[in-house]
């Protein structure tokens, strides 16, 4: 399956209604075929999602928002989603309004997810409810314009959710039966968890194009499970065989790029393979510019991701923005009361401009630090004692 649209409303980390599009809004030119997913006749799908801001503009949080909605798209029990954090600020008064639409072969799906916060009136305990939700399909062959993927009619209704349907837990989505009935679901390789944690997350024997990409030195590492623990072979050239049994002993031989490099590669790897889903905040951390350059240019490679796998990243460095060659694949995101997402599309009608430059003069506002808050902080530095 492959994820079109997001809408999010009612929750109070936002602004107003966070909308995240994985379809190509801007004219889509011969050029720009090879860098994008035709995913059904001529529709394209951005292969690499960036969203790009200060310190605490939200960042973060838009990628959470995007692993829990793609999760609860895969079955899982929204109260068992680490990222569910996201809703926490949720009173028993309001609820938040989740809109996905997302497509396989022949169809293009709509789902409306309503969700609240429920206290145990037994244990007192807190936790998420979906209380309703509704799921429209159409037929892919019955779309003949872009504007109207996201146009469904009452006859395309298809699912209501039954409060009385014994099966159905009260925090699991009704994607379930379409799921189950199709054998579908998203292939997500979430990296949240190692943003300030860096360690060995796949198993087997890295490739050796890959060792030799991040560290020259490396001639094979390999790790596996063996008897319950960890055992890592790892040897450098000229060297003898280390046995590692822990993975954060790991960080004794290699660099944090490299290790990180390790698990963001093969990742990517398994995504390429399966048309899934990568999602990495911070890029940038531990790598040099153009290992970071080098992971985006092969998601917009046709020849390397085959499947229209994408990449969803975060970032502080408004260089790697010039990576992109369309603006409809970058979000630029502040925090004014509440976190905005902005779609550079739609503030930015040109393509041709460097974005890096457009970003640091501050033209798009909120982008950089402003001036009375720099020369605040100055003086306060020179008055110090």
Not at 11 to 35: C, G, H, M, T, W
Request: negative net charge; glycine residues 4%.
């Amino acid at each position: 399956m492959k994820l079109l649209k997001i809408t999010l409303e009612g929750l109070p980390l936002y602004n107003d209604i966070l909308v995240i599009d994985f379809v190509a809004q801007q004219r889509v030119d011969d050029d720009d075929k090879e860098r994008l997913y035709n995913v059904f006749s001529n529709i394209y799908l951005n292969q690499a999602i960036s969203f790009v801001g200060i310190n605490a503009s939200g960042k973060t949080t838009i990628l959470k928002t995007i692993s829990f909605v793609l999760k609860m798209l895969n079955n899982k029990s929204i109260n068992d989603v680490k990222t569910k954090e996201i809703l926490n600020d949720l009173d028993s008064n309001s609820h938040v309004i989740i809109t996905s639409y997302f497509c396989d072969d022949f169809l293009i799906n709509k789902l409306e997810t309503f969700i609240r916060k429920e206290v145990s009136s037994i244990d007192g305990n807190e936790r998420f409810v979906i209380y309703n939700e509704n799921l429209w399909s159409k037929e892919i062959r019955r779309i003949k314009l872009k504007k109207s993927i996201f146009d469904f009619k009452d006859s395309d209704l298809k699912k209501k959710r039954d409060q009385n349907e014994q099966y159905l837990m009260d925090d699991v989505s009704i994607i379930v039966a379409l799921n189950k009935k199709n054998d579908m679901g998203f292939f997500v390789r979430d990296m949240l968890e190692f943003t300030d944690h860096n360690m060995i997350n796949v198993l087997g024997r890295f490739p050796r194009e890959l060792l030799t990409f991040l560290d020259p030195s490396i001639e094979y590492l390999e790790c596996r499970f063996k008897e319950k623990k960890v055992d890592i072979r790892l040897k450098f050239y000229g060297k003898e065989e280390v046995a590692i049994s822990n993975t954060m002993t790991l960080s004794d031989y290699l660099s944090s790029g490299t290790i990180k490099g390790l698990g963001v590669f093969m990742s990517a790897l398994f995504t390429f393979t399966e048309g899934g889903y990568l999602i990495i905040d911070e890029i940038e951390n531990h790598f040099n510019r153009e290992i970071v350059a080098t992971l985006i240019r092969f998601y917009m490679d046709s020849k390397v991701n085959k499947t229209g796998a994408t990449l969803i990243f975060s970032t502080h460095y408004s260089e790697l923005l010039d990576e992109f060659h369309r603006n409809d694949s970058v979000y630029i995101v502040r925090n004014k009361e509440g976190i905005i997402a902005n779609n550079l599309a739609n503030v930015l009608k040109r393509n041709d401009l460097k974005k890096s430059e457009v970003y640091d003069s501050d033209y798009l506002g909120g982008t950089v630090p402003e001036y009375d808050v720099y020369m605040a902080l100055k003086k306060a530095l020179i008055s110090a004692k």
